[in-house]
Structures are given as C-alpha cells and as structure tokens.
DNA sequence: TGTTAGCACTCCAAACGAAAGAGTGCTAAC
DNA sequence: GTTAGCACTCTTTCGTTTGGAGTGCTAACA
C-alpha cells in the first residue's frame, strides 16, 4: 500500500497529539485537527490502513492508536520540522566552569537536564592515538617521586611512586633524560622489551624505580578508567507514567547508573564530517539496551580537537519531543564548539 | 510513665518484627512472639502505654502499631544486638582497585550497595590544612607551561597555563627555584601580597606566567570541588513500598543525584578518638534533609591520614536492618584501614 | 468511488457496595 | 494484674455496575 500524502498528514496529526499527551489518539481527536477536514468515519478508514502498515497500533480494541517505533521512525526522518534553534542562555554558565573540563562536563549534563526534562549522559573525552609527549620524574621527599605523564593532546596524569632511599638530584635529572630520550613519542605498542632494557641498562641500578615509572606509564596510556561519564537527571524520567511502573525503573535506573549505554558508544563515530555533530534518533530497541526498550535516545558527538570527541546523550520516553532535543543539542553543539575553539587558541 | 523491663522487650519485638515486615504489628502477633507469655490483651494495654509514651504509633485506628522515630532511636540506642561481624569477602576486589583513591572509592560504594541491598554515598577524602608542599613548572611545548602543585599529604594538582612566548630552560629554573622559597609551607591566609609582590619583582618581566601560577595554587589550596562524592544502589530504595511512591522518589533521587546530603556532612568530626569509626545512625527527620524523612542512614568515617578523612553513608528506609549494616560498616572500615595503612608505608 | 452518518459492539476506568479480615478498646470475670 | 470476650472501626479486596471513548461495519449520499 502506498503512503499517501493525507495518510502521511494524518500519521503527522497522531504522532504530533500523542507527543503531547501520551494517551491513545482517537479518529474523532483528529478530525478536529485543523488542516484536514475529514469526517472521522475516513479517519478510521485510513487509521485501518496505518495499523494494517505497521505504522501505528491499538492497546486494545476500541482504543485509540498510538505510533509504533516505525511510526517515530517515520516521523523522525521525515516529517520532523526543524524548530528554530532554542537560544540557550547557557554561555555564561558553561565559560563559567571551562576551564575544568571535567566540572564543564558535568554542568553540561545537568543544563541539559534542565532546560529538557529528560535524563542525561555525557560521555568525557576519548583519545584515539594516545602517545608520550613528556615524562617528568620529581623527587618530593625522601621517599616519594611523582611521575608525570603528558600525552598527546596536552592529557597530564600523575602518580606518586614510593621509593625506598632517596635519590639524588642528579640521578633524577639523568633518569628524567633517559626516559624522554626513549620513550618521547612513543605510543604504548611501540614500547618493547628491548627499548625498556635499554633504558634499564643506561639507568644503572635504578631498576625497580624505572619499572614503577613504566608501569605509571602504561596506565596512563591505556587506562580508560577516566573515561568518565556525567549523568543528570534520572529522575526527570519518573514524571513519565508510561515508564515509571516499578519493574522498569529498577533496570532504568541500573542502566544509569552502571552507564551501561556507554559501551555501545564506543563504535567508531563514523566520519562523515558534516558539520552536523552527527546527531542520531534511536528509537526502542534501536538503542540496543534492553532496558531502554520503551525509551528513545538521542546523541551528539562533540569533538575537541583531531581525535578527541566525546558523546552527548539525552534519555526520554519514546514519545519525547523530539525536536526540542534536536533543536537543543544543536545549540549547545555551537556552544561547546566555542569554548573549545577558545581554550586551543 | 516507667519504661519497664517488660515494656522494653515488648517494643524490641514490635521493632524486630516490624524490621522483617515492613507491616503494622499488632497485640496478637506480639503475644505469640515466643520469649514472654502474655495474652494479647495484656500486650494491648502495654501497647496502648507505648503510644502514650511516644515510642509507636498507628497508622489509623484499628491497625497495628509501627515504631516513631523515638522508638527507632531507643532500638539503636540500647537494644541493638551487635551482629557479629560479617566477614567481607571484598579484600580481593579492594585491593586490586586501591592504587588510585578514585577508583577505590567508586569500588566501595558499589560493593557496599550490594551487599546490604541499600543505597551507598561515599565521600572522597578531605584536607583539613592545605599547605603547599611544592611547585613545579615545566615547559611542555613552546606554547604551554605545565604547573604542578603538591599539597600535604602528596594531593597533586596539576594545570596547563599558555604562554605567548617560549621561555628558555634557565628561566624556568628560576621561577621554580623563587616559587618554591616563597611558597613551600604556607597555607592560602600566608600568601599575602607582600610576598606575591617580592616573588614578581625577583622574577623580573614574567609577571603573566607568575599571576598564573598563583592562580594555580590558589585554585589547588582552596578549590573544593574535588570534593567527589561516590554513589551507589539508588534502585535499591525502589525495594521498599514504604519509600517508592513517586512524590518522594521524585525528590530522593534528586537529594542523591545532587549529593545533597554532604553538606550537612561538613560538621568537623567530633574527635572522640575511639578507634570506632565514628558510626553513626540518624533516623529519619535527624537526617535534616527533609526528603530524606521517611529514610535512615547510617554513617562511618574513615581517616587516612592525620587530617584527612572522609564519610560512607548507607541510606535506608526506616526500617533498615541497623545490626547488619553497622556491623558490615564496621568490618569495611577495618578493611579500608589496613588498605590504608599498607599504601602510607 | 470516495465520504459520511449512524449504530451496535467492545473494552477500559472509575465508582460503588458488600464482605472479609485485622486489630483495637473496653468491660467483666478470673 | 491478667485474660477472655465482644462490639466497633477501618482498610483491603473483590465483584458489579455504569459511563464513556472509540472502533468497525453498513448503508446512504454526492
């Protein structure tokens, strides 16, 4: 069967009440509705036809209908207008925190939280490539060193390191110079036994202090422990009756918590390099989560320099509006694109 | 009125049942309970002299009875029967996490979740006396200068600062070598402008990358806002009706979400010195969070050093199983205490 | 041939009422 | 001081009823 142009009107009309009030739209509720004025005897003729589409469907007989996931897939893709852009007052807020990417990401999560009632995980920074850009040992007293590690992308990890005798200033600096010397540039692949027993040799003794700077290291090149993840807002989703029974909002609330989302994340952004931030609808099961079976959820993808992006993801009912996020995101998307701009220049 | 010996044990009864129930406990369920023979009329008019007296309370004529806040204290007070203590089994998953605070402390707050099937925060460690320990400043590319500050207690903080111009080796030798003489030892009130005034005029021409720095400092000595509170099993208050109706849901995950408990958490720590961990119970309105009225928590403080200490809370509904979770509170702290004391020596 | 009015039918949700059960307070007897 | 007994109260549960919303179908209409 063909989509018409009326039946199309029509699935716009049930999606577009249903968004709002979340109850099942009757035939009589959408004769009403302006634009088309039809009978609602041929809205149920045509309302027949969607359901028998897959489009929308009926609780039970003699209830209303309500949109399928094809449905909002349908509407998403390509019944979806634009709203002009929210103009988010959140430049102050956000510069405010900037300079601290970690508290920037937080607030974040919660503005979004806020200006859209619906829950919020933001994803910290991922770096692709990561390589050693320096390598600082310093004696603090007699029996710490801190080892600094910066990468690539200017990433500072530190760790202190006990030792069991102080060391003099000197065998400090040779030991800084040796590690620099071998491993600057290097990404953690590259880092074989043979380069490690050559420093070892050259450090002459110092051993079990070059093995505790190699293991700090090797942490802070492979570590993905920081890579943090802000939420905000789960509660915004118990305002949504729909999804607030108790069975569902355990596992919800689980999936939250634990961030469970964020392993599907890690598929590679693919590339397309539009200027689009790569926002994404997921509708249901699109999501991939179980638990989310009855949630939609929408992504960004932010980027902070070559290489280095994070995600944004807002969590709503599937009846959320849809727009407002997307319009929303894109504001923000802007935003950060600012503040980043601002921070590497 | 007397609170007599059999008084006592008849509200040990009620709490204890009412503990397992969650159910308003009436006369006859009580007069079955096996240590006293009573019938349960007699039990009737003790129950009647409690209500008197504050410490239990019906929900409406004709239903059992269910503690108050005051009968709940008078439980934690003097009849709580220490449960000897669990053996955790978290010593393997501890230790494998205890080489960063973080890490250890998220770790924590999930197992302790878990295992008492009630919600978890756990604060990270404050400093009380914040002196700077000190300063390092490297230069990592021609564009960036990486400041590093070491507190007491080896906190490092570290923050990039961009420069204009590149700055040769000596001088940043210089800087480091006027820093760390004016500054190592002092707490933020020291740093008075006397002193800020010589060091810039030592320094000759830098005056940017100095104001910089101190910025630095003053951001590492004072900033709170690594304050990081760790939560954990909030779906677990979705357990108990008594807690999950919606309006309050609303506002305990919100009281979670925004850690707003820890304020009141900034009380200094009376000192009483006894290796007890300071556990604590606050029932209900004690909590002074007003969300948190129909809930208990139980709290622990841990202390890693002289001066540094943190707080694990476990949130709970009224009737939360105190002897188990004090005696799980207990055993962790002694625990972490070890961990501890391993990792300082 | 497409649209509409009308009607019978279905199903849910809210309202009502009756009945059961749990528990109390009081009185009188032990 | 303790207990048995009884009347009373209040909640919970369950089935019944009723109203309303909405559909599908049929027949009439343009």
Not at 280 to 301: H, R
Request: charged share 30%; with cysteine.
């Amino acid at each position: 069967m063909e989509l018409s142009e009326r039946k199309l009107k029509i699935m716009q009309a049930i999606i577009k009440t249903y968004l709002e009030t979340g109850e099942p739209v009757g035939s009589r509720t959408i004769s009403k509705y302006s634009d088309l004025s039809l009978s609602s005897a041929t809205i149920r003729n045509e309302m027949s036809d969607l359901e028998e589409m897959g489009y929308i469907v009926q609780p039970h007989t003699s209830a209303g209908r309500i949109p399928t996931d094809k449905g909002y897939r349908l509407y998403v893709d390509t019944m979806m207008e634009g709203k002009e852009q929210e103009v988010l007052d959140l430049k102050e807020e956000l510069r405010a925190k900037a300079d601290r990417m970690d508290t920037l990401l937080k607030s974040v999560a919660k503005l979004l939280a806020n200006q859209t009632n619906y829950a919020t995980m933001v994803s910290g920074p991922q770096y692709k490539s990561k390589r050693v850009k320096f390598i600082q040992l310093t004696e603090v007293d007699e029996s710490h060193l801190l080892t600094i590690v910066v990468l690539d992308g200017n990433v500072v990890k530190n760790e202190m390191i006990k030792i069991t005798e102080s060391v003099d200033v000197e065998t400090v600096a040779k030991l800084n110079f040796l590690l620099n010397t071998a491993l600057n540039g290097l990404d953690v692949s590259e880092m074989n036994l043979a380069i490690i027993q050559q420093i070892k040799e050259q450090a002459g003794g110092y051993n079990s202090i070059i093995d505790a700077v190699l293991n700090v290291v090797g942490n802070a090149l492979t570590q993905d422990d920081d890579f943090e993840v802000y939420t905000s807002g789960a509660k915004n989703i118990l305002n949504y009756p729909e999804l607030a029974d108790k069975e569902n909002m355990v596992q919800l609330l689980d999936t939250f918590e634990e961030k469970k989302l964020i392993s599907k994340w890690d598929e590679p952004v693919n590339e397309t390099g539009d200027e689009n931030h790569a926002i994404q609808v997921y509708i249901g099961n699109e999501t991939q989560v179980d638990s989310m079976k009855d949630c939609s959820m929408v992504t960004a993808t932010y980027k902070i320099n070559e290489g280095v992006y994070g995600k944004i993801g807002i969590v709503g009912p599937k009846r959320m509006d849809y727009d407002k996020v997307v319009a929303t995101l894109e504001s923000l998307m802007k935003e950060l694109d600012d503040i980043f701009k601002e921070k590497s220049t």
